[in-house]
């Protein structure tokens, strides 16, 4: 098995590209902080957290980006994360159990065609130029003009996250979707 690994505007976060199917397009993805959250959830993140000097683990529709913790040297840590994803892999065991809970998304019914056209928006221009560097952006709500977004994987805590955020996707929603006013970043 050969997996290939690319960097990402994150300098703590690598992306590992396994050649196959990981969540699977149309499935969505997944975020872990927690290796206990990941324990129970998904068996391919327990194991990569398993290796140590993990700070974060992020399933997409066919990579898996791997934020370091701390001082932690990709020189290091790099092979080890191979390893856990090629065991995985090989073990045929899956790689979420159950579904992800998805958070209620908060917006007023009466706006429910702008969200559409948010939504859509996300999901032709932004979703995947975002995926390309290893992460997802989520949508979280819409009110009063305010569109509320997730950053996941390789996007968490990305430095130009917020830059990418503010000057790329809010310009473009403000353009396109003349009701929003503001784009922000939410946690959960």
């Avoid at 959250?37 to 993140?45: C, F, K, M, N």
């Avoid at 065609?113 to 975002?130: S, Y």
Wanted: hydrophobic share 40%; charged share 25%; proline share 6%.
């Amino acid at each position: 098995m050969f997996i290939e690994t690319e960097s990402t505007p994150n300098p703590a976060t690598l992306k590992f590209l396994p050649g196959r199917e990981v969540m699977g397009v149309g499935r969505g993805t997944a975020d872990f902080t927690d290796p206990a959250e990941a324990a129970i959830r998904s068996p391919l993140a327990e194991r990569i957290f398993r290796v140590g000097d993990v700070a974060r683990v992020f399933l997409g529709d066919d990579f898996i980006t791997v934020t370091k913790a701390g001082a932690a040297d990709w020189q290091g840590l790099k092979p080890r994360v191979l390893g856990a994803i090629m065991e995985h892999f090989l073990s045929g065991a899956p790689v979420l159990e159950g579904l992800e809970d998805q958070a209620e998304e908060d917006f007023d019914p009466a706006d429910a065609e702008v969200v559409e056209q948010i939504k859509e928006l996300l999901d032709t221009r932004v979703r995947p130029a975002v995926a390309g560097d290893g992460g997802d952006i989520i949508f979280r709500g819409y009110r009063d003009g305010i569109v509320r977004l997730h950053m996941q994987g390789a996007c968490a805590g990305c430095p130009s996250s917020r830059a990418t955020l503010k000057h790329g996707v809010e310009n473009m929603l403000r353009h396109y979707v003349p009701e929003v006013v503001a784009v922000e970043q939410v946690e959960f």
